[in-house]
């Protein structure tokens, strides 16, 4: 439970705040507080909630070279926002439920770093980059770099999409045991060319490994090459992820259904129509 409430007004009041006090946390929509902070299914502790609402993070631009989306601009508004790649709202319209989207925001979503978010494998697909905010500076640094280096003390600022997504096909695929749970598996692919002929493709995974993750060997092995066969995809699949065993499935299940949603999604998006 937090003992203090604190909301900057500014970028650089919350960041100082972040850093100065040990127990601290930023806090947006909060959806995901219980999974972070609870005590008995998290080592992590916070005192201090850094409320962001007042920060202005909340804006999405749509330019001729790139995208940017503010952190604290919340899932359900990328779903209704018709300027966003087709990819990323399939994916956030399969994101929980419209309670949990109308609050959670797409900063809270990718600093949580969760081996559940299917919409971590849609951005890695987009190439997407990351706006941070420390101590001493601002970086931007590519989504998979903070995924694998996270860092909870930076402050999340914006993720910037690049151009280049229109003349890609792409598909994106979850499992979940019920409507309202959150994903146990989940990908997304993206790729140039045609099923002929696949040209740099991207394969992200999420529910296999600690967090979203690229399947670089797959990649590789595909590019140049026309597409396999779903078996073939399959066995591929398997070599490469490892998920361990826990109370929503095992290993051997969720190694599965990421073979299978990987071969789907593979396949679907190879005759998805494109602009050209």
Known sequence: MFREFLTPSTIEEAVKLRNSIDSSMYLAGGTEINSIV???RSKISANTAIYL???PLKNVKVEK???EIGASVTIQE???NKSLPPMLLAAVRLFANRNVRTMGTIGGNIGGNRACSNIAPALLALNTSIMLAGKNSKEKITLEQ???NHDPEKLILSIEIPSGWQKRRWAVRKHTRTANDVSL???AVSFSGTEAKIEEPIIAVNGVV???TRLYELEKKLDGQSLPSREAIDEEVKKLV???SDLRGSSEFKKHLSAVLVSDALHEAAHRVVCR
């Open 65 to 67: 070279t790139k995208i």
């Open 146 to 148: 903070y995924f694998s």
């Open 242 to 244: 490892n998920p361990e």
């Open 185 to 187: 598996v989940s990908a």
């Open 78 to 80: 990328l779903v209704e």
């Open 38 to 40: 609870w005590p008995c």
């Open 53 to 55: 609402d007042k920060l």
């Open 210 to 212: 600690p967090h979203a």
